[in-house]
């Protein structure tokens, strides 16, 4: 395969998970490509993108913007998406001749269904899909965020079968039209059809600022210590679980201050990572090192995190890749935190190897070169992971009864089918031994 030129254009979007595709923009300009980051809505916590937006979706946000104005008059709400959706497919198809390479992420492309998809096949540009964020891939059967719940408060099954379903079919869309597929490889792929790209390998891309070269290591309340949680999903996130130990260890004396933060903007979460001694991220997470705790690192701060799949996810991640964080079981999750307040050597130890990780293996130029190497079809064997290997059942954002009582209720009503796991024997094997009843 001919490599990239340096006058080859590349988009990076149309949506933004964390910064992710600003920071890797930023990466591919600093190496000298044409890189647009362009998305199709304004991000709910204000990470910013390029200044330079086209006119056709500023005028699409413009109309969508109305659409939540007019939500109560059904006509005039339609009408609004409806032209919303027309502006952006306009752009899309002047991007389509535009670009050279198009980075996706979180399961969408330029046309609603990914309908581009097969069109940018067509014409030969290289498509690379990012689904290793979360609940744009994961099972709904062990996705604690993706809250498919009936009125009464109950799962909603049959929402969940039928997820399941299109989930798993677009997919196997992406990897049929996709140039390249990026996957993780705990409960991110259980759907996926052929060998992807480790996520693990081409990361998580952060921008540095220039303010934080000499971070403020210990950053102390009056008489306490700093822990910071900021959620964007209270139960997912297993704050609750947080909240306990955090109030448990103030009954054994221990003198601590939690900053819980919600539905802020990126800048005043930075704020409060600089202003904390250490992050309690989550309780079931399936990554080591999510947005959050890749923010806590460039300044320094060490992470808690806890998750059933942590175990399971370092014994397939080389040694040099897996980031400095204290990881623990979720039933672990006020044992780990204590053993922070304790030890403020610990503390400081992972907070400096963080942010060493960070520099080393994350920056956003250190990821573009990585995805330089994925647009020339440079791709070691290391890097790739087959997903008949994945054997994790436990997914995230829910805890294992949760998970145990979905999948067998699920099998129950709608049959082992409801899974969508044919293409993977040994892991409908897995889930159907999850099901089991135990008693």
Request: charged share 25%; proline share 5%; with cysteine.
């Amino acid at each position: 395969m001919k490599k990239i030129e340096i006058d080859k254009k590349i988009f990076v979007g149309p949506v933004e998970i964390a910064g992710y595709a600003r920071n890797l923009a930023k990466g591919f300009r600093e190496l000298g490509y044409q890189c647009d980051n362009i998305s199709f809505e304004r991000h709910t916590y204000e990470y910013s993108q390029d200044e330079n937006i086209p006119s056709l979706i500023k005028l699409s946000r413009f109309f969508r913007n109305l659409n939540k104005l007019l939500i109560k008059i059904p006509f005039l709400n339609f009408l609004c998406i409806l032209i919303s959706e027309i502006f952006n497919s306009l752009w899309s198809i002047l991007a389509i001749f535009k670009y050279d390479v198009f980075i996706f992420i979180y399961g969408k492309s330029l046309l609603r269904f990914n309908l581009d998809l097969p069109i940018l096949k067509f014409f030969g540009k290289t498509v690379i899909s990012n689904l290793s964020f979360g609940s744009e891939a994961r099972p709904p059967y062990i996705d604690g965020f993706t809250n498919l719940i009936e009125k009464s408060g109950k799962h909603d099954y049959l929402k969940i079968a039928r997820s399941s379903k299109i989930k798993s079919r677009m997919i196997r869309f992406h990897f049929r039209y996709c140039s390249y597929v990026i996957g993780g490889l705990s409960s991110t792929s259980q759907f996926a059809t052929q060998p992807f790209i480790n996520s693990f390998i081409v990361g998580f891309p952060l921008a540095f600022e220039k303010n934080i070269d000499n971070p403020i290591l210990e950053r102390r309340a009056p008489n306490a210590l700093s822990i910071l949680h900021a959620p964007t999903h209270l139960k997912g996130k297993g704050t609750s679980k947080i909240v306990n130990a955090i109030e448990n260890l103030k009954k054994k004396g221990y003198s601590i201050e939690l900053k819980l933060i919600q539905n802020m903007p990126n800048h005043e979460v930075i704020k409060a990572i600089k202003a904390c001694d250490f992050v309690v991220d989550q309780t079931f997470s399936d990554t080591p090192m999510a947005g959050l705790v890749s923010e806590a690192a460039l300044h320094e701060k060490p992470s808690i995190v806890g998750g059933y799949g942590l175990k399971y996810l370092k014994s397939y991640i080389n040694q040099e890749f897996w980031p400095p964080v204290k990881e623990c079981p979720p039933d672990n999750i006020e044992q780990a935190i204590e053993e922070f307040i304790i030890n403020k050597d610990q503390r400081l130890k992972i907070g400096s190897l963080a942010r060493k990780y960070a520099v080393e293996k994350r920056s956003s130029l250190v990821i573009a070169k990585y995805f330089i190497r994925i647009i020339n079809n440079d791709i070691p064997n290391k890097w790739w992971f087959d997903p008949k290997d994945i054997n994790f059942t436990f997914g995230a954002g829910q805890t294992e009864d949760e998970t145990k009582d979905i999948v067998k209720t699920l099998i129950s009503k709608y049959g082992d089918v409801s899974l969508n796991l044919e293409h993977n024997k040994i892991l409908k094997k897995l889930f159907l031994e999850v099901a089991k009843d135990d008693n």
